[in-house]
């Protein structure tokens, strides 16, 4: 469990790289003379993204960082090491910890203290419902003008590739209080099918549910491993259903019937809906129900503690999941099987030949800065510096810790930016380097990928972790911009009022009828009273709290 894990942050923290892809705020506070000396010596910084001060400044921020496998040479420290010493170097401004945890948990705990308190450090990272918080208290700073004056160009162009759905989410009455974190499309579920069996069955790659189901079905009866046993079943899930960035989710199910679980979305009239109370729902747990009833859908997965052991057991040649199962749990498959050839599938589709998939939510943390702090554009030039130290595109800090193993998570704030299709544009950048034979314009982790990919080609499966990467990078991303895709965007993230004080309760009765549904003990009709029970116990007012946020 652990090396899967590892190898999901492996992939994770290079997708992030390769994306072309914090408590007492008390400064030292000067004087009124030297604070207007400050001022004027520090002229020369102003309106430039990356501009150094004459004088040094502070900027004290809070940190979550666990530091228990953290080893730096030289005797370096968290808050002590290179990158810091290099802002300090480049901006003049010298980073320091009001706190620093080492658990998340810990740093919720610590920020609703110091948001509970006004005790702010100058810089912090919150969530959404921090962020209305402190613009509500007026704790944090308008950062609009420090935006317009001071973003890089490359963290620009990443929010502008979301369009307004990010720099929307931290704007209030048109001023902009937050740095958002943006999180990286291309993340959804589709099918990844074993070709070695459907070639033992002699079947094609399925295109529609009926399709997928008749693959199922033979994979179960057919005995595709050869063992004589049948011990074989159709494909498994997650006793919750869906679930964004995961394996095993029901999701391309539920898409074929231009379903979705969980979102608020445009009914057919134009007018916001919660997405699991459609008709469209109804008819793909009917589905569902069926293929559980026939076998196919997994007779253990509402119980099943973990759904991979029977990927790795290569007990089902059909699993769903994002672009990157080859990282993680398909190269178990592989090694206790090495004929095993998964390949991924958009699919499957609807009536229309269209693979439905939703939005996720495009960010999910936001920086911030306490309003008391003097240099709030500081906060941005030093964002600029490190996004683009770790896009590798500063020549400054680009061989700082080179080949140690670093991560980036080091540097001061942890706050993922990308463009939106970053998992993508590395695949295409990639993909022409290999048909081309040319890697030489690659940076150094695409080329790790093109590396992966031509070792692999030579030996395959040799190295699992070449496999991995070639797998992944090559055969998943690329499903990413298939053209069969049709993106249905959620029209609100976050939570209301009400949300917050009913949410769980509807989200139980949700999950525990479906479920019910799904397994037979409840006929497909209980639909209708659940869609009922919804409204009434809070969905209404849900809904019209969301019309008038999206209305204002």
Request: proline residues 5%; charged residues 30%; contains cysteine.
């Amino acid at each position: 469990m652990q090396k899967r894990i590892t190898l999901l942050l492996l992939a994770s923290l290079l997708l992030l790289l390769t994306a072309c892809g914090n408590t007492n705020n008390a400064v030292d506070k000067p004087s009124s003379t030297d604070k207007k000396n400050n001022t004027s010596n520090n002229e020369s910084a102003a309106k430039d993204p990356h501009g150094k001060y004459d004088e040094p400044i502070t900027l004290k921020i809070a940190k979550n960082y666990g530091t228990k496998d953290l080893k730096l040479p030289n005797g370096d420290t968290l808050e002590n090491n290179e990158y810091y010493r290099y802002l300090e170097k480049k901006l003049n401004v010298k980073i320091s910890f009001a706190w620093q945890t080492e658990t998340a948990d810990a740093y919720q705990q610590k920020i609703g203290v110091a948001i509970a308190s006004q005790d702010l450090p100058d810089a912090f990272i919150v969530n959404e419902q921090q962020l209305k918080q402190l613009v509500k208290a007026d704790l944090v700073a308008d950062l609009t003008d420090v935006y317009k004056n001071y973003v890089g160009e490359l963290i620009k162009g990443y929010y502008d590739s979301y369009g307004d759905r990010v720099l929307s989410r931290a704007t209030f009455d048109g001023k902009l209080y937050a740095f958002p974190n943006t999180e990286i499309g291309g993340q959804h579920s589709f099918t990844w099918i074993r070709q070695d069996w459907l070639d033992k069955v002699g079947m094609q790659m399925p295109t529609t549910v009926d399709e997928l189901e008749a693959v199922a079905k033979a994979f179960i009866e057919k005995d595709p491993d050869g063992n004589g046993k049948a011990d074989t079943i159709g494909f498994t899930g997650l006793p919750q259903l869906s679930a964004w960035n995961s394996s095993n989710t029901l999701d391309p199910i539920f898409g074929a019937y231009k379903a979705f679980k969980g979102l608020f979305i445009n009914d057919a009239s134009g007018e916001v809906a919660y997405s699991s109370t459609l008709p469209e729902m109804k008819t793909a747990l009917a589905k569902l129900q069926e293929l559980y009833k026939k076998d196919i859908l997994d007779k253990e997965f509402a119980v099943r503690k973990d759904p991979n052991e029977l990927i790795a057991g290569n007990k089902v040649g059909i699993m769903f999941g994002p672009w990157w199962m080859p990282y993680s749990p398909l190269p178990d498959s592989v090694k206790n099987d090495m004929k095993a050839e998964w390949k991924p599938l958009t699919g499957p589709l609807d009536s229309e030949g269209k693979f439905n998939i939703s939005d996720q939510d495009p960010t999910t943390s936001f920086l911030v800065v306490n309003k008391k702090y003097e240099h709030p554009e500081a906060v941005l030039k030093v964002l600029n510096t490190q996004t683009e130290g770790i896009r590798f595109l500063d020549p400054g800090s680009a061989d700082i810790y080179k080949g140690l193993g670093i991560d980036w998570g080091i540097w001061p704030f942890a706050l993922q930016l990308s463009n939106e299709s970053a998992a993508y544009d590395v695949y295409v950048e990639l993909k022409k380097a290999i048909d081309d034979k040319d890697p030489s314009k690659l940076n150094d982790e695409v080329k790790g990928f093109y590396n992966d990919y031509m070792k692999n080609k030579e030996n395959p499966k040799k190295d699992l972790v070449a496999w991995s990467s070639a797998v992944a990078r090559v055969d998943g991303t690329a499903e990413i911009g298939s053209d069969k895709l049709n993106i249905v965007r959620n029209v609100f993230f976050g939570k209301t009022a009400t949300m917050q004080r009913k949410w769980a309760i509807l989200t139980k009765l949700e999950n525990e009828t479906f479920l019910k549904i799904i397994l037979g003990d409840e006929p497909i009709e209980k639909f209708d009273d659940f869609v009922k029970e919804w409204n009434k116990l809070g969905g209404d007012e849900v809904l019209k709290e969301i019309k008038a946020e999206i209305e204002k």
